[in-house]
Structure formats: structure tokens, C-alpha cells
């Protein structure tokens, strides 16, 4: 007489192949390489002033691109 049936082992099985991979996904996520918040809030913060946005003007530096919409004014010595 066996003591586990056919049916109950697989499921342990199952079982013990999900918590291998579980196991395998905790240890990456511990591998991986983790910085403070608030050296990444720096770093983003960084990233925002110093990255020209069109449409946080407020936010970045002065853009580097000219407006596509506005009206170019002639140079004439009429007006």
C-alpha cells in the first residue's frame, strides 16, 4: 500500500515546482541592484529640470527648438 496517491503526487509536485520558482524570483529580486529614494527622487528630479519638455515649459530649461507655431516676424524696414 503506498502512502501518497498517484493524484496527490503530482499535485505535491506541482506544488514543490511552484515554490522552486517562487524561491528562484525571490532570489533575483534580492540580487538586484537597489538604490535610496531618495537618491532615485534626486536623480528623477535631475532628469525633469534637465530634459527640455514642450509641454512643461515651467519645469525645464529653456528650450533648444524653435516654436513651430509661432508667426515669424520679417525683417524690413517696414512694419
Known sequence: ?????????????????NLLKLNEQL????????IPASEACAALISFVINTPDPLLPSVSKELQFADPFEEKKESGCCT
Open 1 to 17: 500500500m503506498q502512502p501518497f496517491s498517484e493524484k496527490k503526487l503530482l499535485k505535491l509536485e506541482k506544488q514543490y515546482k
Open 27 to 34: 532570489t533575483e529580486e534580492c540580487n538586484r541592484p537597489k
